[in-house]
């Protein structure tokens, strides 16, 4: 694989960065993981702009443009033969020796991109449905900034699997705030999607801005708001969406089937109509 790091193309096992990146040490960092469909990126524009969000709020720079950005990720996707996975865009605000306080405003971040191949359009899990677990959500209050600092999520995985399911969904007070790398859907008896809020509790999704969009298309009933354990527990079907897995059914809630037990029919139109979406819009 090639892999790109700090303005070099280069095979993975000759790429190097500091033992001193602020990004091993502190978890200094950000990220954005962009899909690929038929060789072209999924919703680009939605991900630079959330990129630009996530460095603004910690303060972080990056001296690339979002154009500079999109030949980096076009050259990644031609070099690595990419018809369809992901894309890894990581950035740290560089190596400096260790110390709390950030590092003198001229340390260049570091940047790295890889991809990933991964088939998207024909996912086993979507095909069956997801079995999730709700745990209680420890993470920090700044979910909004899609950080590196992944442990928390990948502990609940973890947990997910050990119980023989395939995620988990997190629970603050009660409420849902999302999956361990999605955002979380119920869908009520009288049709309504319901999906938690933009708060600092959840990562505003890329692919949750255009799916809901896909929603209001088909005229769907959409409420943001908190949904608690109780109510997925009776919602007649749930989902999650994520630029990796788009929209997976979700079938089961802690051992207990959600609705039929099977995968329901507004996730199921929501995924083929934003994969449908997407595909014409991809660049
Ligand atoms: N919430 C969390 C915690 C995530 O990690 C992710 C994606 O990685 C999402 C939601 C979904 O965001 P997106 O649709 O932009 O992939």
Redesign the pocket.
């Known amino acids: 694989r090639t892999v790109y790091v700090n303005g070099a193309y280069v095979p993975e096992d000759q790429a190097k960065v500091s033992v001193f990146d602020r990004g091993f040490l502190f978890a200094d960092g950000v990220y954005e993981?962009t899909s690929v469909l038929d060789g072209k990126l999924i919703d680009f524009g939605?991900?630079c702009k959330?990129l630009r969000r996530s460095l603004g709020e910690l303060e972080m720079r990056l001296d690339l443009s979002d154009e500079d950005l999109l030949a980096i990720h076009r050259e990644l996707v031609a070099r690595n033969d990419i018809d369809e996975g992901m894309i890894y865009l990581q950035v740290t605000r560089g190596a400096a020796d260790r110390d709390f306080v950030f590092p003198p405003e001229d340390t260049p971040p570091t940047v790295v991109l890889f991809t990933q191949k991964k088939p998207l359009i024909e996912s086993a899990l979507a095909a069956r449905g997801q079995k999730v677990i709700t745990i209680e959500d420890k993470r920090w209050s700044r979910?909004d900034i899609?950080t590196v600092q992944l442990l928390y999520?990948s502990l609940a995985k973890m947990e997910a699997k050990a119980k023989g399911a395939d995620d988990a969904w997190l629970v603050r007070d009660g409420f849902v705030t999302?999956?361990?790398?999605?955002?979380a859907y119920i869908v009520t008896s009288d049709g309504t999607i319901v999906t938690r809020d933009i708060s600092s509790a959840?990562?505003s999704?890329?692919?949750?801005q255009a799916v809901l969009e896909c929603a209001r298309d088909l005229q769907m009933k959409i409420e943001e708001r908190p949904f608690s354990v109780e109510e997925a527990e009776n919602a007649v079907e749930a989902f999650s969406?994520?630029?990796?897995g788009f929209v997976v059914p979700a079938v089961e809630i802690d051992g207990k089937p959600i609705g039929d037990g099977k995968p329901g029919p507004v996730a199921t139109r929501l995924r083929s109509v934003y994969i449908e979406k997407m595909r014409q819009a991809a660049i």
């Open positions: 993981v939605g991900h959330r979910c899609k999520p999302e999956g361990s790398s999605n955002n959840i990562l999704g890329i692919t949750r969406t994520s630029a990796s």
